[in-house]
């Protein structure tokens, strides 16, 4: 007929975040019986965290490590291209990382379980309007992709995370804790990947786990899906750290009746409300474009050096670098600085000594306990500036 149009698609050259705008064209079921909504919503999921450590790297390659057998036009009516549905996902960061989880949650629940955790971490993450899958469809894409992945070994992996556990409690004379591989209830998963998810997309926010139970199933998550952002402590000894550090888990035995894990969010406050301080460090003095590089042993001292010279004429005695060990030992005996104690790990006080006598070079030096205001009269006093 003159003036009609043929709308066409191709859809053998379709990709996931393409299917969207042509779910109308798309079969029921997929090759792999999995239903393009809940490949979506997955990849929506997957959006919300990013990836990092030795197994984000290998994951797309173990996604398309083989494709399933292209039915030629049968493939049109079904409505994938090139491979079977969990390739799809290597095709986006998002995608690489839900796989990730996808292979946690095959492992370590069952099927329905599986589903219902990405169901209610949908609902509590994502707009109503992108939860458009329901729990068996999720569960179907999960099971589909963790099979997909089993060549990953997650066995393996997790009997690696769980040795190192036991060994640190052995090599610190503790009891190893019988509960680091108890089965995680679902609310608890979806707070700690509610809380995993704020901590790598909120730059202010940090993330605090805390306890023993199912900690191996934590700890094993944490290392597969965001390497680089965990730092992991077994009763207050770090004993892994990423680069980033907005994710804290804290291997800790509780006394009494033992609770279930804690996951905590926290904010990190900014302000510009600072002290001033009666010194400012500044190198225009020797005459240098950059910051110059310093050794750990003397490191302070050597900072307070240039800045004396920069700004100062004269100094009352010579005690100014314990007055300084003071205000600092001081600030960390404040109420708000009870968690980075925990994170000097055993005997804290003693290692903060240590630190403070070798960067400020000083021979003796014993704390004394003073309010930090009052220290940093102390150091005001010593100096005349200029």
Known sequence: MAGSINLQADVGNLSLSSLSSVRSLLGTLSMDDVQPVAMLQVQDIGSLFHASGRYACTVSDELQRFSSYRLEKLAVTVGWRRGDAASLLAQSAGGQAVALLALFLRNTFDHRKAGEILFKFSRDNLPEVRQIASIKQLAEVCTKVGEKLASMGYGNFLAEQVTKLRLTYLQSNLAVPNDLLEDLAEETIVGILSAISRAQREADRRT??????????????????????????????????????????????????????????????????????????????????????????????????????????????????????????????????????????????????????????????????KDPKTCLEAITNRMQIA
């Open 208 to 369: 605090r786990i805390t306890g023993t139970r199912g900690v191996g199933h934590i700890m094993a998550l944490l290392l597969l899906l965001c390497a680089d952002d965990v730092t992991i402590a077994v009763e207050n000894i770090i004993i892994y750290s990423g680069t980033e550090k907005s994710i804290f888990l804290n291997v800790l035995t509780s006394h009494g009746i033992k609770p279930s894990v804690d996951v905590q969010v926290e904010t990190i406050l900014n302000t510009t409300q600072w002290v001033s301080l009666p010194i400012q460090p500044s190198f225009n003095k020797i005459n240098s474009s950059t910051e110059p590089t310093f050794l750990l042993a003397g490191y302070l001292a050597a900072r307070l050096d240039i800045a004396l010279i920069a700004q100062c004429n004269s100094l009352k005695g010579n005690d100014l670098a314990e007055d300084c060990c003071n205000f600092i030992w001081n600030v960390f005996q404040l109420e708000t600085a009870s968690r980075a104690w925990a994170a000097l790990g055993t005997q804290p006080q003693q290692r903060m000594q240590t630190a403070l006598l070798t960067m400020f070079d000083v021979q003796t030096w014993l704390p004394r306990n």
